[in-house]
């Protein structure tokens, strides 16, 4: 298996020492891609991560009631998962 990070790399990142952004571009491919796709079989045909459960699983994650994101002017507000993920 090829590594992609070093030691100190993966270290960095699991102790959040090292940020990680993705570009407002990719983000939007993203979203379009989850929800293009939210409604097939999912990847295997056996598991299909919706916009709905991947809005509860980070609900869950977060112990939040509703998703955030930052608006233009950098303030919290509450937003569905295609806004959470376009930030």
Known sequence: MKAYFSKRQADALWNKKLPVTFPKPLRVSIARILKQFSDW???????????????????????????????????????????????
């Open 41 to 87: 079989g999912g990847w295997n045909d056996n598991e299909n991560f919706t916009f709905d459960s991947a809005t509860t699983a980070l609900l869950t994650f977060y112990g939040k009631e509703q998703l955030e994101a930052f608006d233009q002017a950098d303030n919290r507000v509450s937003t569905d998962f295609e806004g959470f993920v376009k930030g």
